[in-house]
């Protein structure tokens, strides 16, 4: 989901929705979906990544082929390749930019954007100024940095971050007026990297 803007997964089949509307099914199977802002985003079983304008559900964007898995959110997409290379897709556009080799996964937050090497190193590039790189920085970089290492899986949303180290320790970090990142910098922000819970494990990607 991207604020009201959400999608899901049925036996295969690929749903699409706003609000409280029906969930209107879209005529292509899906191995994953994802939303943005204005941008609705299906992966096939083949690995082709599609792009749709604004609820045009029939006329499908090919965007790229030989996808493993992607991460969609409010700037665009980060697209994981068959050679684990990562590419970014700016929102409304149709060419792919390439960014790293040799990554496991990625995340598309509300203004900054997180991939993970397969090694463990994260790295993080956009807003920070509610702490979203988790080191203490609070100006924002046009180019990814790294800002964690022995990192297993991240996850980003509205202003926050929440990692997996492979220790099995669930990190948070960003806007935490509400909490999502734990009780470290409640009421504002945890501008560095904290724990919230331990002993978890995410699903395989592999």
Do not use: C
Not at 33 to 42: A, C, E, W
Not at 73 to 79: E, K, R, S, V, Y
Not at 126 to 146: I, S
């Amino acid at each position: 989901a991207y604020y009201d803007r959400q999608m899901a997964i049925i036996d295969g089949n690929a749903y699409a929705w706003r609000g409280d509307e029906l969930p209107k099914k879209i005529p292509y199977k899906a191995k994953q979906v994802g939303v943005g802002d204005d941008s609705n985003y299906l992966l096939t079983d083949e690995g082709i990544l599609f792009h749709f304008d604004n609820d045009n559900f029939n006329k499908p964007r090919l965007l790229a082929k030989e996808i493993l898995r992607f991460a969609a959110g409010d700037t665009g997409a980060l697209a994981i390749d068959s050679s684990n290379t990562l590419w970014w897709i700016a929102s409304g556009s149709r060419t792919a930019q390439r960014i790293a080799e040799d990554v496991k996964t990625a995340a598309v937050g509300d203004g900054a954007n997180y991939y993970v090497t397969r090694s463990g190193n994260l790295y993080v590039k956009g807003k920070a100024h509610r702490g979203q790189y988790g080191d203490g920085r609070l100006e924002r970089t046009n180019h990814f940095v790294q800002t964690a290492n022995d990192v297993a899986y991240i996850t980003a949303h509205t202003g926050h971050a929440i990692l997996l180290k492979t220790s099995g320790d669930v990190l948070g970090t960003g806007g935490n007026i509400y909490g999502p990142v734990g009780k470290h910098g409640l009421g504002d922000k945890a501008i560095r990297w904290s724990k919230i819970v331990g002993g978890a494990k995410a699903r395989s990607e592999e």
